[in-house]
């Protein structure tokens, strides 16, 4: 299984990671600020909880990151090579 990581002491919102994902698994969040896995394609729920707890509503940068199980990833590391800010990480 895939180990999505998003460090969202980096991420800007670009959602160019959620452009560029074959297997349409990430997205752009509702305020636009942040991009973050699909909920329903994340495996481990303690990393959706812990998105929508302490990163959804926040406006600027925050020291959070979240490690999501996600088993449709292919790990084509295509996201990763999108991010202009090196927000995101894929470990198998």
């Given at each position: 299984?895939?180990?999505?990581i998003?460090?969202y002491?980096?991420?800007?919102?670009?959602a160019s990671?959620a452009?560029?994902?074959?297997?349409?698994?990430?997205?752009?969040?509702?305020?636009?600020?942040?991009?973050?896995p699909?909920?329903?394609?994340?495996?481990?729920?303690?990393?959706?909880?812990q998105?929508h707890?302490?990163?959804?509503?926040?406006?600027?940068?925050?020291?959070?990151?979240?490690?999501?199980?996600m088993?449709?990833?292919?790990e084509?590391m295509?996201?990763?090579?999108?991010?202009p800010?090196?927000?995101i990480?894929?470990?198998?």
């Amino acid at each position: 299984m895939s180990n999505v990581i998003y460090d969202y002491n980096k991420c800007n919102g670009n959602a160019s990671c959620a452009e560029v994902c074959p297997v349409n698994i990430l997205e752009e969040s509702e305020n636009g600020k942040w991009c973050k896995p699909i909920d329903e394609k994340v495996e481990n729920e303690e990393a959706v909880k812990q998105f929508h707890e302490e990163v959804e509503d926040q406006n600027e940068q925050v020291d959070v990151v979240i490690e999501n199980d996600m088993p449709e990833c292919i790990e084509c590391m295509a996201c990763a090579a999108s991010c202009p800010e090196d927000a995101i990480q894929i470990e198998g």
